[in-house]
């Protein structure tokens, strides 16, 4: 089989830049090791930037998200007896959107069968080959089947665990584990808030979010080795009463269908281009998901990366050339600010930490430029 571009990884990255390159005329095909059902299952991520959103618009993927998507003018930041709202809209003129990554996965999986381009689900023995010269990729199908696609260039989209970042050679490797890990929790309640709630509090950092007018989500700091067995629904509830409870206001709760513990991390690997090979999101990088960012800088790279191609096979390799670069510089800022929002929200080292990240909190919600700030990173950087 041959194809100009091969995708490793058919999560949002890579159904991504395979809509965008088949756009413009370019051939893919994409490998995916899970089920089309997994990956579509799959529970991420859920605020898009204002530039996400005019992307997915402007590419015929908005029919839905306008439909369903929840837009929000901003965040709600606590500390004990205070909650500030901060308005994103206008700060920057920018909001964001509430509209789960499985939304996303779900809309970009139907245009992909709409438009006939093949994929290969529960691919397995992966492997890439001469990515410096004639790139191709070997693999074993869903029904066991040995595989050969040649290519011109391959794209990995396949995650941290997937085999592509392997294939790059002499990478430098930048990486922090937090001493903290999320509890997340999914309930059909309705939202308790208008926007997303981001709590300091002494028991550790809380989180409100919403899936939906009628499925809320939520997050709890927690040891990274946290037994999830020792928490029961009512200690759940109980715990979130305590840390997003400002007076006059009441959390409303109801049945938990899904729980499970998020270890928090930053990580990041350089160059994410050797030869014909190229990595795009959580292939090169990962950020804490307290800033939003995730899929958002997956988004940007394959934006990026899909116009790069596209001059690429037109003649024009300053793009290409320039990628890694390019994309890094986005890369740095955005896992800056998710640094600085877990560190600031987090509770971690001693008081005299506490009275910092306090005092920065403060500085947040009273400093029109302290909050433009954060509203300028929350809402995304151009595109």
């Known amino acids: 089989m041959r194809t100009q571009v091969?995708?490793?990884?058919?999560?949002?990255?890579?159904?991504?830049?395979?809509?965008?390159?088949?756009?413009?005329?370019?051939?893919?095909?994409?490998?995916?090791?899970?089920?089309?059902?997994?990956?579509?299952?799959?529970?991420?991520?859920?605020?898009?930037?204002?530039?996400?959103?005019?992307?997915?618009?402007?590419?015929?993927l908005g029919d839905r998200l306008d439909a369903e998507g929840m837009e929000h003018r901003g965040i709600h930041l606590q500390w004990p007896g205070n909650r500030h709202h901060l308005d994103f809209v206008d700060l920057t003129g920018r909001s964001v959107t509430v509209y789960g990554q499985t939304e996303v996965t779900k809309d970009l999986m139907a245009a992909r069968e709409k438009a006939g381009r093949p994929a290969f689900y529960s691919a397995s023995e992966v492997e890439l080959h001469d990515v410096t010269g004639s790139p191709f990729v070997t693999f074993v199908d869903g029904d066991g089947h040995a595989q050969r696609i040649d290519a011109d260039v391959v794209v990995g989209c396949d995650g941290f665990h997937g085999p592509s970042r392997d294939f790059v050679p002499r990478q430098q490797v930048w990486e922090r584990a937090y001493p903290f890990a999320w509890l997340g929790v999914l309930a059909d309640v309705a939202p308790s808030t208008d926007e997303l709630i981001y709590a300091w509090h002494p028991d550790g950092f809380a989180m409100h979010s919403m899936r939906s007018p009628h499925v809320s989500r939520f997050y709890l700091q927690v040891a990274p080795d946290e037994d999830i067995a020792r928490w029961s629904d009512d200690r759940i509830w109980t715990a979130l009463s305590e840390r997003l409870g400002v007076p006059g206001w009441t959390l409303h709760t109801g049945p938990i269908t899904e729980k499970s513990v998020l270890p928090m991390r930053s990580f990041v690997t350089t160059p994410m281009r050797h030869g014909n090979l190229y990595l795009a999101g959580d292939a090169a990088h990962i950020v804490p998901p307290t800033g939003a960012k995730g899929l958002n800088l997956a988004v940007a790279d394959v934006a990026l990366l899909s116009t790069a191609l596209t001059a690429s096979f037109q003649g024009d390799d300053d793009l290409v050339d320039a990628y890694s670069e390019t994309a890094l510089r986005r890369v740095w800022r955005c896992t800056h600010f998710s640094w600085w929002m877990t560190s600031m929200l987090h509770r971690h080292g001693d008081d005299f930490d506490a009275q910092l990240q306090l005092s920065q909190l403060q500085r947040t919600v009273t400093s029109e430029a302290a909050a433009t700030e954060l509203a300028n990173n929350y809402a995304g950087l151009p595109l």
């Open 6 to 60: 091969v995708i490793v990884g058919a999560g949002p990255a890579g159904l991504l830049l395979s809509h965008l390159l088949g756009l413009e005329g370019i051939d893919s095909v994409l490998l995916e090791r899970q089920t089309p059902e997994y990956v579509q299952a799959r529970i991420r991520a859920g605020i898009l930037e204002a530039g996400t959103v005019e992307l997915l618009r402007d590419t015929g």
